[in-house]
């Protein structure tokens, strides 16, 4: 799909460090609009320069706080920061950029900071790549570090997650549940825990807890996963935190693993727009009235599904 005039001036002028455009854009892939993938492509010369970070975990545990405190630190080091809070549970966006405006309101004014939460707007799975395309838009824009804050443990929140460098889970002392059930599986993607709100009882213990399960699962990496304790509102351990986070990115560029994850992230992103092309591809021929014919059929019950699939492909091939 060919970008319009105001499209090609809204990316010029993006790229440029135009706020305004940047939040524009972001709209237009969040609504999943059909030129979406068309800026995407336009920009992505200019991507592949920022390093990522996810911070999952559940709803209250302190993912907001401890986002302002490490932008704190990043903005120190002179390091420009774009944040994308994801909030899949919240049915208005409205809610969601209200409710971390005033946790994060440190930042909303300095202009190397740039905040965007982003709802259930889209379809199913539209959440994720949303947000992989709010991040080549932010790393097009010159982001030097952008941060993903999404809600949950687990399932649906899992392949935003794969988009980060370093994920960070956190817990809280309450959080024994969650680590009760902890699955093989968390161990290959967080990279870092955090038990946060230590300033409650049983902080200890569940940071016990991860690392008995940790200690019997090693990474196919090696990595070693740290578990942390932070108290974020009081910015109690959050330089250790951004500590750990430079180690793992350090880690990962020794072992050649930040080269591997871009190309399985490239790898990734081939197969989905294939799949794309050749759903919209399917969509069109079901118009068509050769294929009309053989859904007609299977619709009527006078040919099985299965066949009139087998039918359908051959004649697309
Ligand atoms: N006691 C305590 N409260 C905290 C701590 N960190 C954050 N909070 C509070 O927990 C609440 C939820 O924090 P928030 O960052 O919005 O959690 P999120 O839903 O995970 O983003 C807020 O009232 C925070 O002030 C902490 O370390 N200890
Ligand atoms: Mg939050």
């Known amino acids: 799909m060919k970008l319009s005039d105001r499209e090609k001036k809204l990316i010029d002028k993006m790229l440029k460090?135009?706020?305004?455009?940047?939040?524009k854009l972001i709209s237009t892939v969040e609504n999943q609009r059909q030129s979406a993938s068309s800026i995407i492509r336009s920009i992505s010369p200019n991507t592949a320069n920022t390093y990522v970070i996810g911070i999952t975990g559940p709803p209250g545990a302190g993912k907001s706080t401890l986002v302002n405190c490490l932008t704190a630190i990043y903005r120190k080091e002179g390091k420009k920061v774009g944040i994308i809070a994801v909030d899949p549970s919240s049915p208005f966006t409205g809610g969601a950029v209200?409710?971390?405006?005033?946790r994060m309101q440190d930042h909303t004014a300095d202009k190397g900071v740039f905040i965007r939460s982003i709802g259930t707007r889209g379809s199913q799975g539209g959440l994720s790549k949303a947000t992989s395309q709010i991040v080549k838009l932010y790393d097009a824009y010159g982001f030097d570090i952008i941060i993903?804050?999404?809600?949950?443990?687990?399932?649906?929140?899992?392949?935003?997650?794969r988009i980060a460098n370093t994920v960070i889970v956190l817990l809280v002392p309450e959080s024994g549940d969650v680590v009760q059930t902890m699955k093989?599986?968390?161990?290959?993607?967080?990279?870092?825990?955090?038990?946060?709100?230590?300033?409650?009882?049983?902080?200890?213990?569940?940071?016990?807890?991860?690392?008995?399960?940790?200690?019997?699962?090693?990474?196919?990496?090696?990595?070693?996963?740290?578990?942390?304790?932070?108290?974020?509102n009081k910015n109690e351990g959050i330089n250790e935190t951004a500590d750990?986070?430079?180690?793992?990115?350090?880690?990962?560029?020794?072992?050649?693993l930040t080269q591997e994850k871009l190309e399985k992230n490239r790898e990734g992103e081939?197969?989905?727009?294939?799949?794309?092309?050749?759903?919209?591809?399917?969509?069109?021929?079901?118009?068509?009235?050769?294929?009309?014919?053989?859904?007609?059929?299977?619709?009527?019950?006078?040919?099985?599904?299965?066949?009139?699939?087998?039918q359908f492909i051959s004649k697309l091939i």
């Open 98 to 102: 209200l409710g971390d405006r005033i």
């Open 17 to 23: 460090g135009d706020r305004a455009s940047l939040a």
């Open 148 to 161: 993903i804050e999404t809600v949950g443990v687990g399932q649906t929140e899992l392949d935003i997650i």
């Open 184 to 232: 093989a599986g968390l161990m290959e993607i967080a990279d870092i825990f955090i038990v946060n709100k230590a300033d409650r009882e049983g902080a200890e213990k569940i940071s016990r807890d991860i690392k008995s399960i940790t200690a019997h699962h090693s990474r196919e990496d090696k990595w070693d996963i740290p578990i942390l304790l932070t108290t974020a």
């Open 244 to 256: 750990s986070i430079q180690n793992h990115r350090d880690f990962q560029i020794k072992h050649n």
């Open 270 to 310: 081939l197969l989905q727009i294939i799949k794309e092309a050749l759903e919209n591809e399917i969509s069109n021929k079901m118009k068509d009235s050769d294929f009309k014919s053989i859904v007609k059929k299977v619709r009527k019950g006078d040919l099985d599904p299965y066949e009139g699939a087998e």
